[in-house]
């Protein structure tokens, strides 16, 4: 696998990786520690936002994205995908 994925190479590879579900009660250590285990293990997550805390969808991610290290890959509707390079 190269050192630099494309955006599209990535999003190819979103196709088929774990979703995980961001509820109403939003964001905790404990979801926050579930998706760097799932990044670690597969590098490539998706988020699926419930449509009731849409609004607050992008301050999650940004909560998301600092606490795990990981970068905002694409956005769309209630769905990001994040991702993290294996070390």
């Keep these: 696998m190269s050192l630099t994925l494309s955006r599209k190479e990535l999003m190819n590879r979103a196709l088929s990786a774990l979703t995980i579900n961001i ?3 939003g964001i905790n250590d404990n979801v ?3 998706i760097k285990r799932q990044l ?3 590098e ?3 988020l699926k936002f419930a449509k009731n805390i849409s609004s607050e ?3 999650y991610i940004a909560q998301i994205v600092e606490k795990t290290n990981s970068k905002l890959i694409d956005m769309r509707g209630n769905v ?3 991702f993290k390079k294996k070390r």
């Design 57 to 59: 969808k992008e301050i």
């Design 32 to 34: 926050i520690e579930e």
């Design 44 to 46: 490539l997550v998706k």
């Design 40 to 42: 670690k293990s597969q």
């Design 23 to 25: 509820g109403k009660a």
């Design 80 to 82: 990001a995908v994040i």
